[in-house]
């Protein structure tokens, strides 16, 4: 991200996060508030979607209905707000958000200096760049000189920049402040690349692009991007009901357990089931919430496999799983013990 919006950033957390903040008090406002307040990115398909009737979906909408079901028995007590950028890291640190999914890329220095705290990765992303086929380049080494389209405030700025600057190539930034503006851009002719994480790239193309087969996603993977679910330090029981919310989502799918068949799951003599479940007690006390919090998650939004199928795999995107397979699949996603 760029170096002016990390400092505000890391002023901001000075000021709010000097002492640490008192255990619990996120995890007790969101119960007597009767919802979850998450933080999303902008429209996004597949990750983070309003429709016309202003509900919304996606992998990351998933990931918040998750800890709404593992908490209030109800995945659909949650209020989102989309966030450009520059805007989510001090709309959770001043607490207008209780926590982010919102394509934010886990870094050490995010980590470790803005009050904040990562405590899951929901899809492994890489950057990727989008070019007009007209273009007639097959990949980004085809290219000695471009203008590429990125938006302000993102890790992807400085990749573009480190790629460009170690193949000796000559970049032109056409930077600005919006999804909307970054699309505008790139679909007006403003620039010849559209550079963003791949997930993002993919989501423009589908659903922006007046011809999606007009354009072209290059090949080159420039960077990693752990996409991470981010809470503010200090609340160690909210934090742990964010981060096992989705371990829970990925065990469902390792043990098989899905949304439709999770009541029949119940009467598994299958130890780890039943664990997960809450037939076999002491989960949910540890994480101050229902027995039955695992059972809520993959009732009402499904396993980690069904919601990636459902937005991503499934969808116009068809993205394919790569390292958000299981382990057991070749990918990186898998569970700690949920006992």
């Known amino acids: 991200m760029r170096t002016n919006v990390l400092l505000v950033a890391i002023g901001l957390a000075t000021t709010l996060f000097g002492p640490a903040a008192q255990a619990g008090a996120v995890l007790d406002a969101v119960k007597a508030r009767g919802e979850l307040i998450c933080g999303m990115r902008g429209d996004t398909q597949g990750f983070a979607r309003r429709d016309a009737a202003g509900k919304y979906s996606g992998l990351e909408v998933d990931m918040c209905r998750a800890v709404a079901a593992a908490i209030f028995g109800s995945g659909e007590k949650v209020k989102y707000v989309p966030l450009e950028p520059a805007k989510r890291f001090p709309a959770l640190q001043d607490g207008t958000v209780d ?3 919102s394509g934010t890329t886990y870094t050490l220095t995010r980590d470790a200096t803005l009050g904040l705290d990562f405590v899951g990765i929901y899809y492994f992303d890489t950057q990727a760049f989008m070019a007009p086929r007209k273009l007639g380049k097959k990949s980004v080494r085809d ?11 993102t890790t992807t700025m400085e990749n573009v920049e480190d790629y460009f600057r170690a193949n ?8 600005v402040n919006s999804a909307d503006e970054l699309r505008l851009a790139f679909f007006g002719g403003r620039c010849d690349l559209f550079a963003a994480d791949r997930s993002a790239v993919y989501a423009a193309r589908a659903a922006y692009a007046s011809n999606p087969k007009d354009y072209l996603i290059l090949p080159e993977s420039t960077s990693r991007e752990p996409l991470g679910l981010i809470v503010r330090q200090g609340d160690p029981p909210f934090a742990d009901i964010v981060r096992w919310s989705l371990y829970a989502m990925i ?6 357990v899905t949304s439709r068949n999770v009541d029949e ?12 479940l809450g037939v076999a007690p002491g989960t949910g006390a540890a994480l101050k919430v229902d027995d039955k ?9 499904g396993n980690y496999g069904e919601s990636y199928d459902r937005n991503v795999g499934g969808s116009p995107l068809r993205i394919p799983r790569g390292l958000n397979a299981l382990a057991s699949q070749g990918g990186m996603q898998y569970s700690p013990p949920i006992r």
Do not use: F
């Not at 065990?251 to 098989?256: C, N």
């Not at 009467?267 to 089931?273: F, P, T, V, Y």
């Open 99 to 101: 926590m982010l999914a």
């Open 143 to 153: 290219i000695t000189s471009a203008s590429v389209c990125v938006q302000a405030g």
């Open 168 to 175: 000796n190539m000559t970049l032109k930034l056409v930077a």
């Open 251 to 256: 065990q469902a799918e390792e043990l098989g």
């Open 265 to 276: 799951m119940l009467k598994s003599a299958n130890a780890s089931i039943r664990q997960l």
């Open 293 to 301: 919090w695992a059972y809520n998650i993959i009732k009402q939004v």
